[in-house]
């Protein structure tokens, strides 16, 4: 993605490139789950090494695009998956950070629209458990494609005004 993410940017020039990239933060999120399993099965000095490099991928994370957000959410459905009212608890809380601003339109639907990802709990809720569609590959193409599509239009809307 940051390759075609750079070829777009540089085909469309703006003020401003594509930054979105969610395969960096998932990786930082999978890295962090391999990092708690180690730690977890390890004892003594291995223990100390895993301990760093969770804050290293913690820390890391912060400067992907998921960023601390990402980091919660990873850590929140791994520690709450058998536990749904927790998972949800936890959720809800997570989201409603992007509340603190206060509620009127523009903190809530322009500077801080991630509080919506709320709505996505009941969908999260009604998972069973067993693998769905085989739509793996779809959503590895759509995400990036997507914004690309979002981005080149917008260069033609910044042209024609």
Partial sequence: MLIGNFLVSFTFRRDYFV??????????????????????????????????LIFIICLISLFTEGSFIGTAMVLIFFYFKKDKIKMSIAYI?????????????????????????VFSLPFMLMYNGKRGFNLKYFFYIFYPLHIWILYIMGYFIELRY
Avoid at 35 to 51: C, F, H, M, P, T
């Fill in 19 to 52: 930054t979105n990239n969610i395969f960096l933060s998932m990786a930082m999120g999978i890295a962090l789950l391999i990092a708690i399993d180690n730690l977890n099965n390890r004892e003594g000095r291995n223990k100390v090494k895993n301990i760093l």
């Fill in 93 to 117: 809380l997570l989201s409603s950070i992007f509340l603190t601003g206060g509620f009127t339109y523009n903190n809530l639907f322009v500077l801080n629209p991630q509080w919506m990802m």
